[in-house]
């Protein structure tokens, strides 16, 4: 289970093209999803035969391509793309990054962007080395969008795992159904001194590595999946996560698929709910897992330990509050009565926390299973509120929205222990939220502010990072997902393209462009995680088991290293080089459903077709003005208007100073000055301009004189 937070094999493009055209046609076999593994230790290559590093999946069309070279030069080498048959398509120099604080490593970066081709099995060379092959082309993330959603239809507790969506390897009988030598989960006890009564919790989501079912991380994982159904709706582009899209046995419902893989997770939450006459009712039970720790590895329906239901938190009964409102929302145009009853949970659970505000999990109870510890559930009151009152828009949620600390704080990084970002992102996304105007702009802005700090973190490194290079701790890449997460929800808002290039360039990491020549996700990239720690994928611990199916996401790098095998391992790593792929390394190298969720969110945005956006004429109209000045120097205040009929999502203004004004600082936008020439760019929060509307910023400069600029643009288009 993730704690508190503050290989190579057949490239996957061709199993993803599989996938693809089995969905396509209607019809699923088990051999078209068999993914093809290999240890490991089988190959004796090393990160260091590949200092080119790329996103080993490939590049969108139509988005970033970026590729990080670990090199000690202190000048520009030369770089070339060359496709499947050698040939020459791009060329150009590197760009010196330099020392590379979370890395260890010297950089530079190669950004051949510029080239519009599409194809397989290209590679870059740089200086006599070559990348692993990769491709090009606008349908790279659809099999991950399928194999990451996959991985939870594979974690289901209490059904049979069905070889023609699974594949053969990964089949398995139901686990945890009272079948012997199973003891739960269909009339589990509560621990001693909890309750005197015993629950069907079946059904369910197994946790991580191990078979344990946590509320708080059911909630985080199942609002993500539900929220990429959501954002998808409103981008028009839900089709693909429609019904009989996805590998699970619901399909053909006429219910999209991602919502019907949520909602097992969902009936499982709600019957974690304490039921009516009994006390606390309202409440969750926090947690349900063996009485004691399995060993690797143990198949679910050979797991023999005791199960127990774990003592009622306020922190489970706001993510249940939080996850029935949303599925009140966004269930009802297919299940009027499951969506009813989803909003009546919600709300007892919203009154019985209110009324039992500090139960707090404690950190002890991890015998058996993850505590998931909490000592401040303000984020998650916050959260809650936000979906009830996105969801019934009534006045007692509104209220506890605004009076909420967190309606005003800066964006913070969510992860289940922290999640009242989760609730400005449905204030901020969904049409309609109750709440004044102001306060939905100031939202947005708060969120784009967030992603142009990442932004900023990410141009400061060597391999475009979503997170500081003391960021790498236990399920960092996680971190880097909930990040992407952030600037991919700043595009939705603003339109503005740096957003999805730098979410985009999240997954270029999680897919190889990294210290450690490495892809995260098992099945995708030429040397991809394939141990991860889980007690049936453990092909590492027993022949006769499978590896993790293609998809699954590990943990990633953590500096600390708090298991014994990083600790003998990866001694003096530089914090991003701190990964081993290796079952017994929990810290480093899980699997966790939020974790999959991020993964899974992601990877379905970046699947999306987008056409390449034709910027409306820009109809603009500018304001100069000189505020003061003084001997060698002055403060000036520049206003934007656009004076046409068409939005501008994003907004770039330029100009060029006659004299020899250079500018020293700016506010409200990021302005920029090479030579004569200033290009001041939206600040996130005020980029979009309706018709007629006006943004403004200013900047102080050096000059002996100020005379004003006669020409501005506006996204390259002149002003009047």
């Known amino acids: 289970m993730p704690p508190l937070l503050p290989g190579r094999g057949l490239p996957r493009r061709a199993a993803a093209a599989l996938a693809g055209l089995a969905l396509a046609a209607g019809g699923l076999t088990a051999t078209a999803f068999t993914p093809a ?34 090199s000690s030069a202190t000048t520009p080498v030369p770089w070339r793309l060359r496709d499947a048959s050698g040939a020459q398509v791009a060329a150009g120099t590197t760009t010196v990054h330099g020392a590379d604080r979370a890395s260890g490593q010297s950089t530079h970066l190669v950004d051949f962007g510029a080239y519009t081709g599409t194809g397989t099995g290209f590679t870059l060379v740089v200086d006599g080395g070559a990348s692993h092959p990769f491709d090009i082309s606008a349908s790279l993330y659809d099999g991950l969008r399928a194999d990451s959603m996959s991985f939870f239809y594979q974690q289901r507790s209490g059904i049979a795992i069905d070889a023609a969506l699974a594949g053969s390897a990964y089949a398995r009988p139901a686990g945890h159904l009272g079948v012997a030598p199973n003891q739960g989960d269909t009339g589990v006890p509560c621990q001693a001194g909890v309750c005197d009564y015993r629950s069907d919790v079946r059904g369910g989501w197994y946790d991580a590595g191990d078979q344990g079912k946590y509320v708080v991380n059911g909630g985080i994982a199942t609002w993500e999946l539900v929220d990429s159904f959501e954002r998808a709706h409103r981008s028009g582009a839900d089709a693909a996560l429609g019904d009989s899209t996805l590998r699970v046995p619901e399909r053909g419902n006429g219910v999209p698929d991602v919502l019907d893989e949520a909602r097992w997770e969902l009936d499982f939450l709600l019957r974690m709910q304490v039921p009516e006459g009994r006390p606390m009712a309202g409440m969750a039970f926090h947690k349900l897992h063996d009485a004691q720790w399995t060993g690797l590895p143990t198949r679910p329906e050979l797991d023999d330990q005791p199960r127990e239901l774990h003592k009622p938190s306020t922190a489970a009964t706001l993510n249940l509050a939080a996850v029935g409102a949303q599925c009140a929302r966004v269930y009802a145009p297919y299940d009027a009565a499951f969506a009813a009853r989803c909003l009546d949970a919600a709300r007892r659970a919203w009154t019985a926390a209110r009324a039992n505000p500090n139960l707090l999990a404690p950190a002890s109870d991890n015998t058996g299973g993850g505590a998931y510890e909490d000592a401040d559930v303000s984020d998650e009151f916050y959260w809650a509120a936000a979906e009830l009152l996105a969801t019934t828009g009534e006045a007692q949620y509104r209220d506890a929205v605004t009076s909420s600390p967190h309606h005003t704080k800066p964006v913070d990084g969510f992860w289940w222990g922290g999640t009242a970002t989760l609730g400005r992102i449905t204030l901020a996304t969904v049409p309609g939220v ?23 973190t990410m141009a400061g490194q060597g391999y475009a990072v979503p997170i500081a290079a003391d960021g790498y701790v236990w399920g960092s890449n996680s971190s880097v997902a909930n990040n992407a997460m952030v600037l991919a929800v700043a595009y939705e808002l603003t339109g503005a393209a740096r957003y999805r290039t730098g979410a985009l360039e999240a997954m270029d990491y999680l897919l190889g462009r990294n210290a450690l020549d490495h892809s995260y996700v098992s099945g995708y990239g030429e040397r991809a995680s394939e141990n991860q720690h889980h007690r049936f994928w453990a092909h590492q611990n027993d022949a006769a088991l499978p590896h993790p199916p293609a998809g699954s996401f590990a943990g990633g790098p953590d500096a600390a290293l708090e298991d014994p095998v990083a600790k003998a391992e990866l001694t003096g790593c530089a914090p991003a080089a701190c990964y081993v792929d290796d079952i017994g390394s929990y810290s480093t190298n899980e699997v966790a459903i939020n974790w999959n969720a991020s993964l899974a969110w992601l990877a379905a945005f970046a699947a999306e077709r987008r056409t390449a956006p034709t910027p409306p004429t820009a109809s603009c109209a500018v304001a100069y003005k000189v505020d003061s000045a003084w001997s060698g120097g002055f403060t000036a205040t520049v206003t934007v208007r656009n004076t046409g009929t068409a939005t501008v999502s994003g907004w770039t203004l330029g100009w060029s100073f006659p004299g020899d004004q250079r500018i020293s600082t700016g506010w409200n936008a990021t302005v920029t000055q090479s030579g004569s020439a200033v290009s001041a760019r939206d600040a996130g929060w005020n980029g979009t301009l309706a ?30």
């Not at 089988?42 to 970033?64: E, I, K, M, S, W």
């Not at 900047?699 to 002003?719: E, K, M």
């Open 37 to 70: 593994t290999t240890a490991a230790a089988a190959t004796a290559t090393t990160a260091a035969d590949f200092p080119v590093r790329v996103n080993q999946l490939g590049y969108l069309p139509d988005g970033p391509k970026r590729a990080t070279v670990v």
């Open 434 to 456: 109750a709440l004044p105007a102001a306060d939905v702009a100031r939202l947005r802005g708060l969120l784009t502010a967030a992603a142009d700090s990442h932004l900023a």
């Open 691 to 720: 018709p007629g509307a006006s943004a403004g910023f200013g900047f102080q400069a050096t000059s002996a004189a100020d005379p004003a600029p006669s020409r501005f643009t506006l996204n390259g288009t002149d002003c009047t």
